[in-house]
C-alpha cells in the first residue's frame, strides 16, 4: 500500500459509544450519563455536527442499545449496533461496511464519553491530518498523570505504535513514555479497508483495538501522524462519577461564563446551571440558586429569581418568575408574574399580562390576558379567560377515576374562593361563582352560581 493522494473528499464521522462504563456503577449507558442534565453524547453529536451532517456521522452503539436509540434518536445520528463488545477495533470493523458505502474519504472516530470536546479542536485535527497527507493520524497528549493511557511510542520523533498500558513491558519497549493516545483517529478510508482485516486480539483482555492500526500501518510504510496536544484534558472520556463532576462543573463555568459576556445578568452566577441547548437573550436578568435545563428560553428584560428551576419553558419579556417555582414545558407570556411557589406542568400557558402566585399548579392549561390564580389553586385541563380572577382554594376537579376532563372559564367571570368545578363543566362570561361552592353543571353569562347547602345552626349539646 502507499501513502494517501491528495485527493480531499468526504470525512464521516463515527462515534463509539458502545460501552457499559462499569466504573460509573450504574445500569445506564456510559455515554446518556449526564451533565446540565443533557447525556454525555449530546455534547459529542453537537461537536461532530461541525464537521458532518447526519448522513455522514454514525454511532456505534451496544449495551443498552435501545435505551441510547430511545434517548438520541433526533436524526442526529445513524446507528450501527455492535451485537458483542469485543474492543475498539471490533467496534470500527462493524461499522465499516456502513462507511464505506457512503463513500467517505476519510473517518474521524471519536469516544461517546469525550463531552468536554469541541468542533473546532475536531476541525482543526482533520484539517491538519489532511495537510500532513496522513493515512492515519490520532491525537497525542502528555498529561502529569499517563494512568491507565495506550502509550505512544516513537522512534527519531516519529511514531512506531500504540501500546495498551496493560500490555506495556518496559523489557520489551523500554522505559514507558508519558505521551499517551487520546483516542481520537482521522482515517484515510483505503487504509480501513486494507488493515481491519488484519487486526487480532492476541493481548491481555483478548480484543480487537484500533491502536493496533499504528503498528499495522507503519509497517506498510504508510504515513503516521501523531497530532500533539499538550495536556488538554477535555479530549479524554469521562469514566467515573468524580471525572463527570468535575467536567460537569467545568462545562457549566463555560455556558455562564459565555452568556454574561452575551451581555445577560446573572447574579450569584457561581450557582446557576444552565443547559447547553437554552437561549438567553442580552437583557434577561437571572439569580442563583438557580437551574435552566432543555430548550428554555429567557428573554430580554425578564427576570427568573433564584431557587427555581425551568425545563423546555420560556419566560418572555418583561416577565417575572418569583422564587422557588418550578416550570417544566410550560409557557410565560409578556408582562406575567409567576410565583414564589409556583408549579406549571407540561401545557401551562400564561398569557400577557396574566398571573399565578403562592402554591398554585398548573397542568395542560391556559390562562388568558389579564387572568390571575394568586393563591392556592389546582389548575388543570382548564381554558381560563381573559381578566377571571380564581380564588384562593379553587380546583378544578378534571379526572374521573378514567379519564381528564376540560373546565372552561369565559372572560372576566370570578371564581370565589374554595370553589370545586367538577369538569366536564363551563363557566359563562362575566359569571361570578360563590364560595365554597361544588360546580357541577354549566353556569351561564352573567349569573350568579351557587352550589353549597343553607347554613344551618344547631344547639350544642349541654354535658
Not at 100 to 121: E, F
Not at 167 to 177: I, N, V
Not at 308 to 319: E, I, K, P, Q, Y
Amino acid at each position: 500500500m502507499t501513502a494517501s493522494s491528495s485527493h480531499i473528499g468526504r470525512t464521516g464521522v463515527l462515534v463509539l459509544a458502545a460501552g457499559k462504563g462499569t466504573r460509573m456503577h450504574s445500569d445506564k449507558p456510559k455515554v446518556l450519563q449526564t451533565m446540565l442534565e443533557e447525556p454525555m453524547l449530546h455534547y459529542v453529536l453537537a461537536a461532530t455536527a461541525e464537521l458532518a451532517g447526519k448522513d455522514e456521522t454514525w454511532t456505534v452503539i451496544g449495551h443498552g442499545a435501545d435505551m441510547v436509540r430511545a434517548a438520541m434518536g433526533d436524526g442526529r445520528t445513524q446507528f450501527i449496533e455492535q451485537k458483542e463488545q469485543l474492543g475498539t477495533g471490533h467496534a470500527l470493523a462493524t461499522a465499516w461496511p456502513a462507511l464505506k458505502a457512503a463513500g467517505v474519504s476519510h473517518v474521524l472516530v471519536v469516544n461517546g464519553d469525550t463531552p468536554r470536546i469541541s468542533g473546532g479542536v475536531l476541525q482543526g485535527f482533520v484539517d491538519k491530518s489532511i495537510a500532513f497527507g496522513a493515512d492515519l493520524a490520532f491525537i497525542t497528549l502528555t498529561p502529569p498523570d499517563a494512568g491507565a493511557f495506550g502509550r505512544v511510542l516513537r522512534k527519531n520523533g516519529r511514531v512506531t505504535a500504540i501500546i495498551e498500558a496493560k500490555d506495556y513491558d518496559e523489557a520489551r519497549f523500554g522505559p514507558c513514555p508519558r505521551e499517551i493516545n487520546a483516542g481520537i483517529y482521522c482515517i484515510r478510508a483505503a487504509v480501513l479497508d486494507a488493515l481491519l482485516p488484519r487486526l487480532g486480539n492476541a493481548n491481555k483482555s483478548g480484543e480487537f483495538y484500533i491502536t493496533d492500526l499504528v503498528e499495522l500501518a507503519v509497517a506498510d510504510k504508510l504515513t503516521v501522524l501523531g497530532a500533539e496536544a499538550g495536556d488538554d484534558m477535555n479530549l479524554l472520556g469521562v469514566n467515573t462519577p468524580g471525572e463527570l463532576a468535575a467536567a460537569e462543573e467545568a462545562e457549566r463555568e463555560r455556558i455562564v461564563a459565555d452568556w454574561l459576556a452575551a451581555g445577560v445578568l446573572i447574579h450569584n452566577a457561581g450557582q446557576v446551571r444552565i443547559s447547553p441547548r437554552a437561549i438567553l437573550e442580552p437583557g434577561a436578568e437571572l439569580a442563583g440558586p438557580l437551574e435552566i435545563y432543555g430548550s428554555s428560553v429567557i428573554r430580554a428584560g425578564a427576570r427568573v429569581d433564584s431557587h427555581t428551576r425551568m425545563t423546555d419553558s420560556s419566560v418572555d419579556s418583561g416577565a417575572i418568575v418569583r422564587s422557588f417555582c418550578h416550570l417544566e414545558g410550560a409557557v410565560i407570556g409578556p408582562d406575567c408574574v409567576a410565583g414564589p411557589f409556583s408549579r406549571m406542568r407540561p401545557g401551562a400557558v400564561l398569557e400577557e399580562g396574566a398571573h399565578v402566585g403562592s402554591f398554585v399548579e398548573m397542568k395542560k392549561s391556559r390562562l388568558r390576558k389579564g387572568a390571575k390564580a394568586n393563591h392556592l389553586a389546582y389548575i388543570g385541563d382548564a381554558d381560563i379567560g381573559e381578566r377571571v380572577n380564581i380564588g384562593a382554594g379553587v380546583i378544578t376537579c378534571n379526572y374521573d377515576g378514567k379519564n381528564k376532563h376540560a373546565t372552561v372559564i369565559g372572560n372576566d367571570a370570578f371564581i370565589g374562593s374554595n370553589v370545586s368545578l367538577v369538569a366536564p363543566v363551563s363557566v359563562g362570561a362575566g359569571a361570578l361563582v360563590g364560595a365554597g361552592s361544588v360546580i357541577t353543571k354549566n353556569v351561564a353569562e352573567k349569573t350568579l352560581a351557587l352550589g353549597r347547602a343553607r347554613q344551618t345552626e344547631l344547639p350544642l349539646r349541654k354535658k
